[in-house]
């Protein structure tokens, strides 16, 4: 069974840095692509990044709206996902989720999420 | 960034069907692939694959979910609608980065 459990989340000031964590079991890891998105309360997911398999160089994207503060790294021993997460600002504030992807960006598993709130 | 627009909420009956769009600001169509996705998210829930490449259903859904469509427009169907369908659906594009989402349809129950 395919499992993505994140953790990390809670409550960080505003500037302030956070790493979020997702462990993966159930599939080959380094297969995949995996995927950080982000959904405010009450809004639409949001696309942050994704990290390559093994195949493609394990190479990263990002969405410009994070580009440069958030970053994504794996530990293909572990089968650990991260996001590094720098500057946070009040509207970072989300349920974080990681989700692994099949051919063409097709987000096939998602974890239960973890909360991030940015608040003084 | 393509922008992927749905109407925000649909009521439908129990056991009639529903049908939601998604409207894309450019198309998302290659040669090869019609690279729309939806998503179903209840409440309190992570989003769940249903159909992936605009037809194709998703490894354990039911078959009262379809879908279908090309280039910018596409369609969801749930034939016939249950009470567990309550939720909110996502179209999701991979046509290009930044991968990007609708900003979804709440199905509701008339």
């Known amino acids: 069974e395919v499992k993505l459990l994140e953790s990390g989340g809670g409550l960080v000031q505003p500037g302030g840095s956070m790493r979020l964590s997702c462990a993966a079991s159930g599939f080959t890891f380094t297969d995949f692509y995996m995927y950080w998105i982000r959904q405010p309360a009450g809004k639409a997911p949001e696309w942050l990044g994704f990290i390559r398999n093994k195949a493609n160089g394990y190479t990263t994207e990002y969405n410009p709206s994070v580009k440069g503060r958030f970053t994504i790294s794996r530990d293909n021993t572990q089968n650990m996902l991260y996001l590094q997460m720098n500057t946070l600002r009040a509207e970072d504030t989300a349920t974080y989720y990681c989700?692994?992807?099949?051919?063409?960006?097709?987000?096939?598993?998602w974890g239960q999420g973890a909360s991030v709130t940015v608040s003084s | 960034d393509i922008v992927l627009t749905q109407s925000p909420a649909l009521a439908v009956s129990l056991g009639q069907r529903a049908t939601i769009s998604c409207r894309a600001s450019q198309s998302v169509s290659t040669s090869s692939y019609n690279l729309m996705h939806w998503y179903q998210q209840k409440p309190g829930e992570q989003p769940k694959l249903l159909i992936y490449d605009a037809s194709n259903l998703a490894s354990g859904i039911p078959v009262r979910f379809s879908g279908s469509g090309s280039g910018t427009d596409f369609t969801l169907t749930i034939n016939p609608v249950q009470a567990d369908d309550i939720a909110t659906y996502y179209c999701q594009q991979s046509r290009e980065l930044p991968l990007t989402f609708g900003s979804g349809t709440k199905l509701e129950i008339k």
């Open positions: 989700a692994r992807a099949q051919l063409t960006h097709v987000m096939d598993a």
